[in-house]
């Protein structure tokens, strides 16, 4: 098992606040990494898929980059809102062949408090 | 919208019981997985399938099994449910290609007693 790593664990944050949380995962054999947002009673989500180093995505306030040469992601969330706590998690995709078989790591929840 | 629907969302069953979870995608993909979420884990895969009739061990296969009849239609099977069982069980969907999202059902919560 490729192990997936995701960190922090968990953050606290006030509303207005900017963070950002990094997934860090082995460079070989790389083919995507995924971002998903996990609200409490809900499905998870995809964000975004990734696939080149030095990509960026963006999504309202969500924003992402890759390194795949380095095996790192940054999640960033502008001016946080009480509507972006969930646990977001992040995943790497090995070789195409694979068939879009993801390893994940544990997720990072995020709290915003009003 | 994709939608991925899992038969049950709360399910209770005994130490021993076959317990058949059933999930249904509509969106004609080709990928069916079965996740379980357990508390400081993360998500871990059970089985994954890519085609009818086709199905492929994940990281924790033992005690479990699949089926895929038709393409929209994954079932996983606890053939003798244990305790170590409990858990959050997540069906996920997604075309072939390993940069395509995967679409979640709701997931369904067991608690085996």
């Not at chain 1, 995709?93 to 078989?101: E, L, M």
Request: neutral net charge; proline residues 4%; hydrophobic residues 30%.
């Amino acid at each position: 098992i490729l192990n997936v790593e995701q960190s922090p664990q968990s953050l606290h944050v006030q509303e207005g606040d900017s963070t950002n949380f990094t997934c860090s995962f082995p460079s070989s054999n790389f083919y995507a990494l995924h971002w998903y947002r996990w609200e409490t009673a809900k499905s998870p989500e995809a964000l975004f898929v990734m696939t080149l180093n030095g990509d960026e995505k963006k999504k309202g306030r969500i924003s992402a980059t890759l390194n795949t040469k380095e095996g790192y992601s940054y999640l960033y969330i502008k001016g946080s809102q009480p509507e972006d706590s969930a646990t977001y998690l992040c995943a790497r995709g090995g070789v195409y062949n694979q068939g879009g078989k993801l390893i994940f790591g544990q997720g990072t929840e995020l709290s915003v408090k009003p | 919208d994709v939608k991925v629907t899992q038969s049950s969302r709360y399910l209770v069953k005994r130490t021993g019981e076959k317990v058949f979870l059933e999930c249904v995608q509509d969106m004609d993909h080709e990928n069916m997985f079965w996740y379980r979420q357990d508390p400081g884990l993360g998500l871990r895969l059970i089985y994954f399938s890519y085609d009818v009739k086709m199905k492929e061990k994940g990281d924790i296969p033992e005690g479990y099994s699949v089926s895929r009849e038709k393409k929209e239609r994954f079932s996983l099977i606890l053939e003798s449910a244990s305790t170590n069982q409990t858990s959050m069980y997540l069906c996920a969907s997604s075309l072939f290609r390993g940069n395509s999202p995967l679409h979640f059902g709701n997931g369904t919560r067991l608690t085996v007693t």
